[in-house]
């Protein structure tokens, strides 16, 4: 893979920027697609502002921010679609946009039209498994999922899992590209909503909800048994605050339909009102707790 190929990224929001940083610290070229321009603006100042303390702190390698305004390139999704855009030499298209279904297959199908075969598709979806989207992608056998847990410089691992027309090929070009940008690749060949550790996760993180709903404990204390127990320097509420509390509240909505309204209404319940209120943890600077941003 050569460094003047570029990844598109379709999704400017907290996920979208942070993949985007971590692709151009390595050199890669990027295109930033977003219906809404201020969160194409906020996404580029965040990147060049992020560049030096990443670097730093040893999460990205040093770079200017002259080279990294080089490399990025912000785009409106129709302009994406409507061929406005530079497509020339792009190695993936990664969609970014949020945990909704009819959202996400509507937009690959749209994308899957516009660019090349020899180009790869995938999706960054948290929650659904490949085949959920790739019946409706021209040439599945390039579709596959690229799934980035955040914040990506600190949980180094990204998922790469197939769908049942994903073709070998594809998956190794999605490792070697994992591996590229300092991340630790997860390849899974068999279908599973949410992948390895979401899938542990979320056992984890609903038991914390559980409690809480029961009154047994407020999430401070939830998470001061966790960390001391377990020596993890986060709880179940603040890995949910590091998630987002909305991609937290669209996967569990996504979960309620599979998995049944018992289970789910009453979690979904704890977080609903914290979302209606623009709290949605670390990039909001408070969810079920206060930060400094």
């Known amino acids: 893979m050569q460094s003047t190929q570029t990844i598109v990224i379709v999704g400017a929001g907290w996920t979208g920027r942070q993949i985007a940083g971590q692709m151009l610290a390595h050199g890669l070229c990027v295109l930033l697609c977003d219906p809404h321009e201020p969160a194409l603006k906020s996404s580029k100042d965040w990147i060049l502002e992020h560049l030096e303390p990443m670097a730093d702190e040893g999460y990205w390698p040093k ?117 590229r940008i300092g991340q630790t690749p997860i390849v899974q060949t068999v279908e599973n909503s949410g992948y390895i550790f979401n899938a542990m996760l979320k056992s984890v993180l609903q038991s914390a909800l559980q409690l809480l709903d029961r009154s047994v404990a407020d999430p401070a204390c939830i998470d001061l048994a966790w960390t001391k127990a377990t020596g993890m320097p986060v709880g179940p509420f603040g890995i949910m605050d590091q ?18 309204d018992q289970v789910w209404e009453p979690l979904i319940a704890r977080i609903e009102p914290l979302v209606a209120q623009g709290h949605l943890g670390v990039k909001t600077g408070q969810g079920f707790f206060k930060y400094q941003q």
Not at 127 to 156: D, G, L, N, Q
Not at 243 to 260: C, H, K, P, W, Y
Request: no cysteine; net charge neutral.
């Open 63 to 179: 770079t200017s921010r002259e080279q990294i305004a080089s490399q990025l390139k912000l785009s409106s999704i129709e302009a994406l679609l409507s061929g406005a855009s530079d497509l020339q030499n792009v190695e993936l298209v990664l969609e970014s946009v949020p945990e909704q279904a009819a959202l996400k297959r509507r937009l690959l199908k749209q994308l899957s039209e516009v660019f090349s075969q020899d180009t790869i598709l995938a999706s960054n979806s948290s929650y659904f498994v490949p085949s959920t989207f790739s019946k409706h992608v021209r040439a599945p056998e390039r579709y596959a999922h690229f799934h980035f847990h955040v914040p990506i410089w600190k949980a180094t691992v990204v998922d790469v899992a197939a769908g049942p027309e994903t073709a070998p090929q594809t998956l190794q070009r999605l490792r070697s590209l994992a591996l």
């Open 243 to 260: 998630i987002g509390l909305d991609l937290m509240l669209q996967t569990m909505s996504n979960a309620r339909f599979v998995e049944g």
